[in-house]
């Protein structure tokens, strides 16, 4: 019976490791920031791990506005 090629036969590539923001580009980022809003709101990015192109990715003309 000839090989099949499973899951577990094919080879993975290697995982990346995440990679960090240094602490003194964060703390310049924070002081940069306008507001407190501003602060929390890129904390809450930075802490989920939000990718960038989820970021710019809609503009705010594409977003419909609530009724």
């Known amino acids: 019976m000839p090989w099949s090629t499973t899951w577990h036969d094919t ?4 995982k990346r490791i995440p990679r960090s ?12 920031l306008p507001s407190h809003r501003a602060r929390v ?4 990015w930075i802490s989920t ?4 192109s989820e970021l710019i990715g ?3 003309g594409s977003i419909p ?3």
């Not at 923001?21 to 940069?32: C, K, M, Q, R, V």
């Open 11 to 14: 080879p993975q590539p290697p």
């Open 21 to 32: 923001i240094p602490d003194d580009w964060s703390n310049e980022l924070f002081a940069a």
């Open 41 to 44: 709101q890129v904390a809450l």
């Open 49 to 52: 791990g939000v990718r960038a």
């Open 58 to 60: 809609p503009a705010a």
């Open 65 to 67: 506005a609530s009724s």
